[in-house]
Every structure is written in C-alpha cells, then in structure tokens.
C-alpha cells in the first residue's frame, strides 16, 4: 500500500492501544510503526543494479520471521523515549502490530510481498486492493483530520479510531467479494470462448475495487480483460498478446532476466525493441489503456533488457505523464466502470 495508507491506519491502532495514556503521540507512534517496514526503500539505493534493487525492497523488514527481531531495538527506544510510561512489553507488542498489519496490507496489492522469508521469496499477492485506493484510505484520513483536536480523555477518540479502521475493513470484504466475482466472470467468458490457459487473476485497478482486471496465460499468450462492477452484462473484450517467451532463451538465466520472470510472477510479455534490447512487459497491474491493444499504450511502464559491460541488465521506462494525461486516464477508468 502506499504510505498514506499506512500512517493512516497505524494511527488508528495506535489510539486503540496507548491513545488513553499518550494521546496524539500514540497515534504519532502507531502511524511510524505501520511505515517502519518501508525503510528498506532507503537501501534499493545501495543496490549494486535494479535487479538487485527489486530483491531488496518488501524483503526482509516485511517478513514475518524477522519482525520479532525487529521489534525489539524499536521497543526499547520508546520505551526509552517516553521515559518508562509504557511497560516495554506492550511497546513490543505494539510494534509488532504495527508490522504485521503493513505486511497484510502490503500482500493485499498485485506488486507481491516476500513475508515468508528467508525460507522462501516468492511474492505473495492476494491481488484484492490496489497500491492506491482512496476509498480504502478516506476513512483513516477523516479520523487524523478530526482527533487531533480532541484531548486524549475525550470517549469519542476511541470511537472513530474504531469507526476509521472498521469501515476500512468493510470496503476491504466488499473489494474481496468484487474480486471473486469478477475472476467468475473472467473464467465463464474464457470457457464460452473455449480458451485454455495455465493461470488467471483477477486484480483491481489503480485507484479503485470497482474495476476488475483479467490477466491469464498459457506458454505462448496472455489474456486481458477488464469487468466493472456495475455493468449489466456478464460480457467482456478479451485481448490476446503473443508473449514470444522465446526471445529471453539466450539470457534466461542471467540474474536479470530471472528476476524480471520473479516479480512478474509469470504474467508478462516480450517484444523486440531495438539492436539487442528486449522489451519487457509486466501486466499484473492490468492495461493502463482499455481502449489500445498497443504494448506500450497498455504497459506504459515497462522495462528494456540488454547486455552491457557488467553483463545483462535491465533498465525500467517511465513515462513524464503530465496532468492531462492524469485526466485522461481517470476519465477513461470513470467511463469505463460506468459505461
């Protein structure tokens, strides 16, 4: 999730569990121990290449096994801090609860979260919200806006703390229930096309739960579609795009390449671009075009692989989007969810 998110809801926790003894610094105190495990972003810097760069970040500091190391430095330095009003214990367990509920919300999004290391680094994503999603977020930041002002003896504190993070919880079931609706519908239009394929996701699109993306495929084809909620008919376009997985067998085991396949979590494409660079492709997020069947008008993120003199690398594009093209996009995704 993106950081908004979790300083949000860790200051929502943070008031139900010490806002009666600290007030306004215990929801300060929640809101850093939600964001703690994204510290790692500061070290992709260190890496010595992208590739290494998309290991280190949701690595270690978002896995379950290393949090109850974690915990205990962070502890000690608030129990510390606030002088001993708060029994080292319940910091401890304080932080804890702060680092899993960013980890379950981070292996909520499509970008894959590595929890369950160092016994294994495959990405765990339950694909049933987006990176951003401001209606998942709205109710956290209208609890911030209004305790502030509250004395930490007021009842009502406690009260919108539960209301924030209750009515977060219900649009997350609501989003879950839109997501399995929506691979339902992706796999009855699969079947009545009578396309056979290896695996399918059904993952929200940026900024809302109301518009379902389908990324399914075989060894030779991807399969793109998107459902919104609202529409009537149980009908979706479905595109095909050739994956010409071909073109990355004379690099396919470089650290590279396999780390793109990695955190791609197999839903990607290659094309040729130009000389000896290869285009590749990640669609777990979905298109960020509907109306275009052009690689880089769907994908406009997208990475260039090629061979320099430390080897094969990769190198991610990303687009200078101006303003109106922000307009363009959410007026696409407002079109396309209610048309």
């Not at 007021?154 to 879950?176: D, E, F, H, Q, W």
């Not at 290659?270 to 777990?284: A, C, M, N, R, S």
Request: glycine share 6%.
């Amino acid at each position: 999730m993106d950081s908004l998110t979790h300083i949000v809801v860790g200051g929502a926790l943070g008031e139900l569990t010490l806002g009666k003894k600290l007030g306004n610094k215990a929801i300060v105190a929640g809101a850093i121990a939600n964001t703690i495990p994204d510290f790692d972003v500061f070290f992709t810097g260190l890496a010595s290449s992208p590739a290494a760069a998309l290991h280190i970040h949701r690595s270690y500091t978002h896995a379950f096994f290393t949090h109850p190391f974690m915990a205990l430095p962070a502890a000690y330095l608030a129990y510390i801090i606030f002088r001993k009003e708060i029994s080292y214990v319940k910091w401890y367990l304080f932080f804890l609860l702060g680092f899993l509920t960013h980890v379950l919300m981070d292996g909520g999004t499509a970008y894959g979260t590595q929890m369950f290391l160092p016994f294994t680094n495959k990405l765990i994503s339950w694909n049933n919200l987006a990176v951003v999603d401001p209606l998942f977020t709205l109710p956290g930041i209208l609890f911030f806006l209004v305790v502030f002002f509250m004395k930490k003896v007021n009842p009502l504190r406690r009260k919108l703390a539960v209301g924030s993070l209750a009515l977060s919880l219900l649009y997350l079931g609501t989003a879950t229930l839109n997501k399995f609706n929506s691979a339902a519908v992706f796999k009855q239009n699969m079947q009545e096309q009578h396309i056979r394929y290896d695996d399918l996701t059904s993952t929200p699109t940026m900024f809302t739960s109301w518009l379902w993306n389908m990324v399914a495929y075989d060894d030779s084809t991807l399969y793109l579609s998107e459902y919104s909620v609202f529409q009537q008919e149980k009908k979706v376009d479905i595109v095909a795009v050739k994956r010409h997985t071909e073109l990355l067998k004379p690099i396919e085991h470089s650290y590279a390449a396999e780390t793109a396949i990695w955190f791609s979590q197999g839903k990607y494409f290659v094309q040729q671009g130009t000389g000896d660079t290869l285009d590749f492709f990640i669609t777990k997020w979905g298109r960020g075009d509907f109306n275009s069947t052009e690689p880089k008008k769907m994908f406009p993120f997208y990475s260039k692989v090629y061979t320099d003199k430390t080897g094969v690398t990769f190198k991610t594009v990303e687009p200078d989007f101006t303003s109106a093209d922000f307009r363009k996009y959410f007026s696409l995704i407002h079109n396309r969810i209610f048309e």
